[in-house]
């Protein structure tokens, strides 16, 4: 799933800008539904967890997704990833490179 969201465009920023916004929308939620609704407090304070229980959630897919893109990095191209280059012939004890590309 991370992979697809990767390839996707979706990156680490985003899932952290999102974990934050939820932080700030449980708070916008806890106290619009405490003012305006007739509900009580109660209300209110379910309103604000269950819209608080989403930025552990952002903040992990953000921590997966960074690790993607390190991964990404490491390795180089996305097409190694996905094995589509040919490997060339390296003598022994040395990391193989995908053909064509320098050290």
Do not use: C, N
Not at 43 to 48: L, P
């Amino acid at each position: 799933m991370i992979q697809m969201l990767h390839k996707k465009g979706i990156r680490s920023g985003t899932m952290y800008s999102l974990g934050l916004g939820s932080i700030a929308f449980s708070f916008v939620t806890w106290l619009l539904s405490k003012r305006f609704e007739a509900a009580g407090i109660d209300r209110a304070d379910r309103w604000g967890l269950f819209i608080g229980e989403w930025a552990p959630t952002f903040f992990a897919m953000g921590l997966a997704l960074r690790l993607e893109e390190t991964h990404r990095e490491i390795t180089g191209q996305e097409e190694y990833q996905e094995g589509r280059q040919e490997w060339g012939r390296e003598p022994v004890g040395t990391t193989p490179t995908p053909a064509g590309m320098r050290r």
